[in-house]
């Protein structure tokens, strides 16, 4: 096999780990990932730098923590200067497409002081968050006519489903006996299935546009970022995914009855958002996770199909594949909904990398903490490029999927802004006093919240997360030490990225050569 000269960058939105049978879930069965993971390296503990869709792909594409690029969460703009995948591999002439979900969203201030338009030319990439919009899709809400995410609602309507937004109407809803749609937005109607063929559902779709756009291609390099926006809600599936899994294909929740009692205040405003008092809930588990586990199943299937026409074309030869997801879902675990604090099930996720090169071991699974912008760097060396790293602060991972040798972090960190939550209106914040940290070790997971005391977790002892150790008085010294790993993070961060190091070290060996005195000499 050839070293690489493409990259497949997969992304599932709200995927969880656990929730795939190579991850270790007993009745989800996903063979065509599985066998992904079988060829490649499939890390364990790979965290992203958000648990929410906005800030975690915004880390994921620029290779850089929230605080460092400001995209701290879902509808801030991620300014106009920060370079992203695209700006790193289109110089070297690697077309970068995305097909499905950034969650972009672009710095209309920004682009207007420069006189950029969103729709063409360099307007267009960076509003596009540096991806050429080959078939955008978002999902979530609707966009108007003309946008890159009008794509999927134009596709639907060719296929004769009417409407402004059959997007809603007919992918995302369900059909009641008299013909009324049952909207997807609801969670009890997560049981019907989607009044959308299979085979026009989103995944189908996004699916279907990859292999055009890698048909497209012929011999030129290119990286593709195809992003299913499953199994993100609103939770329904076509028909037969939606019927495939039971009650009694469900985990039980992981709670305790003894975290409600006297819990983290920011946990305890986040238990009583509506979505984690519905997920509370055994009847709404008992709807919506058969569901979820058949979108699941939907991906897996699709990703078959992908990976045999690679395979029948030669791409599998000369491309690396990345599979990962932007964030993890709850699903009632810990008493919550969504997404948003950082235990396992929402910080985690799966993260499987294929790299072609013939000397790459296969079917590794590696225990090295990752992060979600190690990504960026990993696929500018995969390409045989030099990654900018006074910009980017992720780690290639390249020695690790290449050559077995340890990525050597020691802690891996993740942040939130919840200043956009109900949380904040039940914990009276101000806009600028909803930030928390998660720093992970391999032992402990500690959170910072300003202005509360910070969560611990002994991840070795107790690694469901049942106990928090945040106000014991005997780990008091534990949590100093993390909270002091965070101010060296903080510390860190890379700012200074219009000079690259060598050219700052040219200025300063310059600067040491006898030759006029620019400061005063005596």
């Known amino acids: 096999m050839a070293k690489a000269r ?11 780990a ?38 975690s792909r915004m880390s994921t594409y620029t290779g850089r923590y929230s605080m460092s690029h400001g995209a701290t969460w879902n509808f801030v703009p991620l300014p106009v200067g920060e370079r992203t995948l695209g700006d790193y591999l289109r110089p070297h002439g690697v077309r970068t ?8 969203e672009a710095d209309e201030d920004g682009m207007a ?18 991806f050429e919009p080959y078939a955008r899709d978002d999902g979530i809400y609707f966009k108007a006519e003309g946008t890159a995410e009008e794509t999927y609602n134009r596709y639907l309507n060719r296929m004769g489903y009417p409407g402004a937004n059959p997007w809603h109407d007919y992918a995302n809803s369900g059909e009641g006996p008299d013909g009324e749609v049952l909207s997807g937005w609801n ?4 049981r019907h299935p989607a009044r959308a063929k299979e085979e026009h559902t989103e995944t189908a779709f996004c699916t279907d546009q990859a292999m055009a756009f890698i048909d497209e291609q012929g011999d030129k390099p290119w990286c593709l970022h195809l992003s299913f926006i499953k199994p993100h809600w609103p939770y329904i599936a076509p028909s037969p995914y939606h019927a495939m899994y039971s009650e009694k294909d469900i985990l039980p929740a992981v709670k305790s009855d003894q975290e409600r009692l006297d819990p983290n205040p920011v946990y305890g405003a986040f238990m009583r958002h509506q979505d984690s008092q519905a997920f509370a809930r055994e009847e709404v588990r008992n709807t919506v996770i058969p569901t979820y586990m058949g979108l699941v199943k939907q991906v897996d299937d699709h990703l078959g199909r ?17 599979f990962t997801a932007d964030h993890g879902d709850f699903l009632g675990d810990h008493w919550l909904g969504e997404k948003e604090m950082f235990y396992e099930q929402a910080a985690r996720v799966p993260l499987i990398v294929v790299d072609p090169d013939e000397a790459a071991p296969r079917g590794v699974v590696s225990d090295d903490l990752v992060e979600s912008i190690d990504l960026v760097p990993t696929f500018i060396e995969a390409l045989g490029h030099e990654a900018p790293m006074h910009i980017l602060e992720g780690r290639s991972l390249l020695p690790r999927v290449r050559h077995g040798k340890p990525i050597g972090r020691e802690v891996a960190f993740s942040e939130l802004d919840y200043a956009t939550y109900v949380a904040r209106g039940i914990l009276g914040r101000g806009a600028n006093d909803c930030r928390a940290v998660m720093a992970r070790t391999s032992r402990w997971k500690y959170v910072h919240f300003d202005g509360y005391e910070p969560q611990l ?21 534990v949590r100093a030490q993390m909270k002091e790993r965070i ?7 890379k700012n200074r990225v219009a000079m690259s190091d060598a050219e700052l070290n040219e200025s300063f060996e310059a600067r040491r050569k006898p030759g006029p005195a620019i400061i005063g000499r005596w």
């Open 306 to 322: 992908l990976f045999r026409y690679m395979e029948e074309s030669g791409r599998m030869r000369d491309t690396l594949i990345v």
């Open 457 to 477: 977790f002994d991840m070795e002892a107790d690694p469901q997360e049942l106990h928090d150790l945040g106000r014991d008085a005997a780990h008091a010294e």
């Open 18 to 55: 656990d929730y795939l049978s190579c991850y270790g879930h007993p009745t989800l069965h996903t063979p065509n990932i599985d066998a992904l993971a079988a060829r490649g390296t499939r890390f364990t503990r790979a965290y992203v730098q958000a648990p929410v869709c906005g800030p």
């Open 187 to 190: 969670m009890r109607n997560a």
């Open 6 to 16: 493409n990259v497949l960058f997969i992304m599932c939105d709200q995927l969880r």
């Open 487 to 493: 101010f060296d993070w903080m510390r860190q961060r």
């Open 97 to 104: 497409a995305l097909i499905g979900k950034t969650h972009m």
């Open 113 to 130: 002081r420069l006189g950029l338009s969103r729709l063409e030319g360099d307007g267009l990439l960076v509003s596009e968050c540096g």
